[in-house]
């Protein structure tokens, strides 16, 4: 088979670095023309962007067996349907992932939710990704082509998590009574979108979450106790310097299941919780020297 991937970010790189044996060929896109050339050995990188694309695209498509869109949204809605719905639509290809967030449910007042939750976006951005996620299922019914949406939960991995956030005195503490995030390895991600390719199912909506719900200080406590690093002083929300989007995260407050991954996808988590996900990268960081 071959893979095309739209958005060839933190995420997907994972999935392509762990799939790429099942591929006969892969592409991709990136934003920035200066990257074109230095992608992941043996993948095909291609411009796309408000600078333009790369003129090869469609044929890629025409090529592809699996799409992978990790692509956000622009302000005017989904780029890649914009420019590429007619090339997907009459492609041969025979599964469609599209990655999307938990914060379409909107805040939940911590409660706990699963698939069956009704989304109630309440930001410009959740609202606009929701639309996202209905128009993918439009060209899914319309072409006939099993299109799955993944909603993750805030993404952590190699180079990017609390412990490199302490190192780079880039981490705070902010308290806010009851505020809970789910979590995911970048790792799991890539095992239930592997996990999908082999039982696609039109019009699936998976959460892609941890099992462990849980305040930002405690996993940010918990970092620097593994890590021996230092912790940053508590600061309360109500007085914290933070950005518009920062801010906006904390006024959705939600528990969110992950049991269909496993019941229906056979997923079984390498990180269930943040303790996992930490320890191991903490031993990987020692095993290499770091």
């Known amino acids: 088979m071959n893979l095309f991937v739209f958005g060839l970010g933190f995420t997907a790189r994972r999935f ?3 799939a790429s044996g099942r591929f006969a060929q892969v592409r991709a896109t990136v934003t920035d023309p200066s990257r074109a050339g230095a992608g992941l050995d043996g993948v095909a990188l291609r411009t796309f962007g408000p600078e333009g694309d790369d003129d090869r695209i469609a044929a890629d498509l025409a090529d592809a067996d699996v799409l992978l869109v990790s692509a956000p949204p622009g302000r005017g809605g989904d780029t890649v349907l914009g420019r590429y719905a007619d090339a997907i639509g009459n ?13 379409v449910y909107g805040d939940q007042q911590g409660a706990w939710i699963d698939e069956a939750t009704a989304p109630r976006p309440t930001s410009a951005r959740s609202h606009g990704r929701l639309a ?11 072409s006939g082509k099993p299109v799955q949406v993944f909603r993750l939960a805030g993404i952590y991995g190699p180079g990017r998590n609390p412990i490199v956030k302490l190192r780079e005195g880039k981490s705070q503490r902010i308290i806010k009574a009851g505020q809970v995030f789910n979590r995911i390895h970048v790792d799991d991600i890539a095992t ?4 999908s390719l082999d039982r696609p ?18 996993v940010t406590e918990y970092a620097a106790a593994l890590a021996g690093l230092p912790l940053p ?22 528990r969110v299941k992950n049991r269909l ?8 988590l390498a990180y269930p919780t943040y303790r996992e996900g930490l320890a191991a ?3 990987d960081a020692r095993a290499d020297g770091s």
Do not use: C, H
């Open 201 to 218: 199912r039109a019009g699936a909506v998976y959460n892609v979450t941890d099992d462990a719900p849980t305040p930002p200080q405690v």
């Open 192 to 195: 239930t979108l592997l996990a």
């Open 91 to 103: 492609s041969r290809i025979g599964w469609i992932g599209y990655l999307s967030t938990i914060g």
């Open 233 to 254: 002083p508590e600061i309360d929300f109500e007085t914290a310097d933070l950005s518009p989007m920062a801010r906006s995260f904390y006024g959705e407050n939600k």
């Open 261 to 268: 991954i496993r019941e229906e996808l056979g997923v079984d």
């Open 281 to 283: 990268l903490v031993a």
């Open 16 to 18: 392509v670095e762990r």
């Open 132 to 142: 996202v996620e209905a128009a993918w299922f439009d060209l899914g019914r319309t």
